[in-house]
């Protein structure tokens, strides 16, 4: 069974800092492309961050200069380093993989597999 775990999240208060970790696990499985998404109450699930496998990055404009998004092949894990953390950018993050393609993917049609989300809360 091919997982995604997601770990890191938790309650921060206003421009604090978080990494959030996502570690994928499976028979034969290889990560390609990437991402992270988050859905705050209300809202519809939205892309945040992706990296290629070759490490190219792609960032929503409300993240750019304060999150930064990496990643571990030997591990398969990819990372979100959270910083200048606001209450907006409280929600549920998802990791997610497309597995069979390296291109970038704003969908999440796009995306294969899953995880179940780690909570982030931001505190004024």
């Known amino acids: 069974q091919v997982q995604l775990v997601e770990s890191g999240g938790g309650l921060v208060q206003a421009g604090g800092s978080l990494r959030l970790s996502c570690a994928a696990s499976g028979r034969t499985f290889s990560p390609y492309f990437m991402g992270w998404f988050r859905q705050a109450p209300g809202k519809k699930r939205e892309f945040v961050s992706g990296i290629s496998r070759s490490g190219g990055t792609y960032d929503t404009d409300s993240v750019k200069g304060r999150f930064a998004i990496s990643r571990d092949n030997a591990k398969n894990t990819v990372y979100l380093q959270m910083n200048s953390l606001k209450p907006e950018d409280t929600a549920v993050y998802y990791c997610?993989?497309?597995?069979?393609?390296?291109?970038?993917?704003?969908?999440?049609?796009?995306?294969?597999?899953w995880g179940q989300g780690t909570r982030v809360t931001v505190s004024s």
């Open positions: 997610a993989s497309r597995t069979s393609s390296d291109a970038f993917g704003w969908s999440e049609r796009d995306y294969a597999y």
